[in-house]
């Protein structure tokens, strides 16, 4: 009978998994392997705030597809997807459109600016390798300007950041590590600057505890950081952010506004007709969509609820790269007419770094950790993933081994 076409859109945590199990699990007779991504690297998408604050290089971020893919088993095609096509079982490329007998969606997330006006146009976001770089180079380029205006431009040294959750935390405290640097390297005063973070809701990090919430906002207050809870961002301009607080309009003069409030789905999955809720597709127990057997969504792309209480788990690189071994499993089950699986998630914590090597974390539900104990957590869990990924070669290269100071 004839090959298989697997197809998998999308190399980031699920999508480069997944590929690298099938290679392994599937032989060449079996199926043909094809992974389309729209780079030809794979980049560690939990590390870019640091690549957009300017503290790690995004080299240290991006893995060459070619060092951790077997390209004599799995065909690489570097396109963009534009759009997918479920009923005549393709995909349209920039490029080229493809067929596929089983297809895995693996395109990651997008920012949300839930129609903001303004937010969409000036504001930065780090969502990719792109977006993280254009904004470290941002940064760096108004303090540079400071100086050689005439009229001095305080916007130019005003950074605020949208959105008070995890990436909102984790970009601010390695921007509260940059901003010295940065006022050394051109003349500035440190009290110039100000690093303001708006929140909407009452709190921070709403899903931690609230001894680690005050940890956090004392060891961020401590460095400069300024916080403004109970703030909905209303507009955002080139040189302003408006918000509310308190039924009052209020305004910050800022060149930088960072949009880290919100993340969707990528639209692909929404515009390819399969049935979504809020952008995602809800799969199945064992990750395909409801209405086709042949296409499995994962990572950001799909919604898993906890069975316990109904709610959504939030998208994480955790669950996309657990869920790579029962979509692999699964596949292979589709082509052997083996038994599909039921994927069940194993949420093992959450760390959210400070910069400064400092950190929170709630590990297994009940542990909480701070300070140097967090951060060497998440250090070993960053590493354990770069070892899946490509050996004890790539851990060494890219792997982080700071764990005290
Ligand atoms: P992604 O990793 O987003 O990969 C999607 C891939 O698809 C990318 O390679 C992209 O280039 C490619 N792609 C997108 N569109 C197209 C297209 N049109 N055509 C071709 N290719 C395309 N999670 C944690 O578990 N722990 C953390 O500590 C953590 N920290 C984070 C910190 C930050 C700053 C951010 C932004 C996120 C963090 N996350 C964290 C969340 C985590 O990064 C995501 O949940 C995870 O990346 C989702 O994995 P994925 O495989 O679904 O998609």
């Not at 998994?17 to 794979?42: F, S």
């Not at 995909?91 to 006006?117: H, M, S, W």
């Not at 690093?195 to 709190?203: Q, V, W, Y």
């Not at 950190?359 to 354990?384: C, D, I, M, P």
Request: hydrophobic share 40%; aromatic share 8%.
């Amino acid at each position: 009978h004839k090959k298989k076409n697997i197809v998998i859109l999308g190399a980031g945590y699920g999508g480069i998994m997944t590929t690298k199990k099938l290679q392994k699990m599937l032989r060449g007779h079996e199926a043909e392997i094809t992974l389309v991504n729209i780079n030809d690297y794979h980049y560690q998408a939990t590390w870019l705030h640091e690549n957009a604050a300017g503290t790690l290089h995004h080299d240290r971020s991006r893995v060459d597809i070619k060092d951790v893919i077997d390209l004599d088993k799995v065909n690489f095609i570097k396109d963009r997807v534009l759009c997918i096509k479920p009923e005549k079982k393709t995909v349209k490329l920039e490029r080229q459109e493809i067929g596929y007998d089983i297809l895995v969606v693996a395109l990651g997330f997008e920012a949300a600016t839930f129609g903001i006006p303004g937010l969409e146009e000036h504001a930065f976001t780090i969502s990719d390798i792109n977006s993280a770089r254009l904004l470290r180079e941002h940064l760096e380029y108004n303090f540079a300007l400071y100086h050689n205006e005439r009229e001095k431009n305080s916007a130019r040294l005003n950074i605020v950041v949208g959105g008070g959750g995890f990436t909102g935390i984790e970009y601010i405290g390695e921007l509260a590590n940059r901003i010295p640097r940065l006022c050394e390297e051109y003349d500035i005063e440190k009290s110039q600057v100000r690093m303001i973070n708006l929140e909407a809701t009452p709190s921070i990090l709403p899903n931690f505890d609230q001894q680690l919430i005050e940890y956090a906002t004392n060891s961020l207050e401590a460095r400069g950081v300024e916080f403004i809870t109970g703030a909905v961002v209303k507009e955002c301009r080139p040189d302003r952010i408006i918000y509310e607080k308190d039924g009052k309009e209020e305004e910050v003069p800022t060149m930088t506004t960072v949009w880290a409030a919100g993340v969707k789905a990528n639209s692909i999955v929404e515009k390819a007709g399969l049935e979504t809720i809020h952008g995602k597709v809800e799969v199945r127990k064992d990750m395909r969509a409801p209405e086709y057997d042949e296409i499995f969504v994962m990572g950001d792309c799909a919604l898993i609820r906890n069975p316990d209480t109904g709610t959504p788990y939030p998208p994480t690189a955790q669950i996309a790269i657990q869920q790579s071994s029962i979509v692999a499993h699964n596949v292979r089950s589709l082509i052997h007419g083996g038994e599909l699986k039921d994927f069940k998630p194993t949420p093992l914590g959450t760390i959210a770094s400070l910069g400064n090597n400092d950190a929170v974390a709630t590990v297994f539900h009940r542990y909480q950790l701070r300070g140097w104990k967090a951060t060497a957590a998440k250090r070993l869990s960053e590493n354990r993933y770069l070892l899946k990924l490509g050996g004890v070669s790539l851990l060494m290269k890219k792997g982080k081994f700071n764990f005290f100071y």
